[in-house]
């Protein structure tokens, strides 16, 4: 009895020495031991990284859509106002690097017609139609009351860009939520800005 009961201490002994053992479900890489695996902070993903870097910026954007918010209204009060009236005179036709019809007149500007303004207006003499503040070709009138709109302007053909601005804008100004959303229609309110600027111009190319 002694014996045995010498045995099972012994036995004893030796299972509480064991190291205990991990169970882990199967992986295909013998060399797979999770328990080994450092607890170092993970690395940012590059989408993660951006997204950082967005929150760093986001009130920024939303500075910048609401400054091309005012810029947007400032087109469409340029659009409502009453139309100032200049007389002037053709002094020259010339075709534009687009292939356009431009006519020159006595004040030294350059305006782009269609082909079929160019058939409505007769004579020399002419009366310009010009918005008030940034001063953009509206209609043309001839000296019989032919009256031709100017379609290659900012506030003809490409009246979509003073449009798109001030619906990008707005809701940049005023979305409460979402960073990546906010940031990225600040940029793209930027943008338009600027591309609503070089629209102002394009009756002279």
């Known amino acids: 009895m002694a014996n045995e009961e010498l045995i099972t201490r012994e036995d004893s002994g030796e299972e509480a020495t064991q190291e205990p053992q991990h169970s882990y479900s199967y992986h295909r890489d013998p060399g797979y031991r999770p328990w080994l695996r450092t607890s170092a902070p993970r690395k940012p993903t590059p989408y993660e990284e951006i997204l950082a ?72 003499l002419l009366t310009i139609s010009r918005t008030r503040i940034f001063g953009v070709p509206y209609k043309i009138t001839d000296k019989v009351n032919n009256t031709a709109s100017v379609e290659i302007s900012i506030y003809g053909n490409f009246i979509f860009g003073p449009i798109i601005l001030l619906i990008t804008s707005l809701v940049g100004s005023v979305y409460p939520k979402g960073v990546e959303f906010r940031f990225n229609l600040g940029v793209a309110s930027l943008v338009l800005a600027l591309l609503n600027i070089a629209f102002l111009h394009v009756h002279k190319f």
């Open 53 to 124: 870097m967005m929150a760093r910026y986001v009130d920024y954007s939303v500075i910048a859509s609401r400054v091309c918010f005012i810029f947007s209204v400032v087109f469409v009060s340029d659009f409502i106002l009453p139309k100032t009236q200049h007389d002037v005179k053709i002094v020259g036709y010339a075709i534009s690097n687009g292939g356009t019809r431009q006519i020159e007149l006595s004040d030294g500007s350059v305006i782009n017609v269609s082909k079929k303004a160019m058939r409505k207006l007769k004579g020399q």
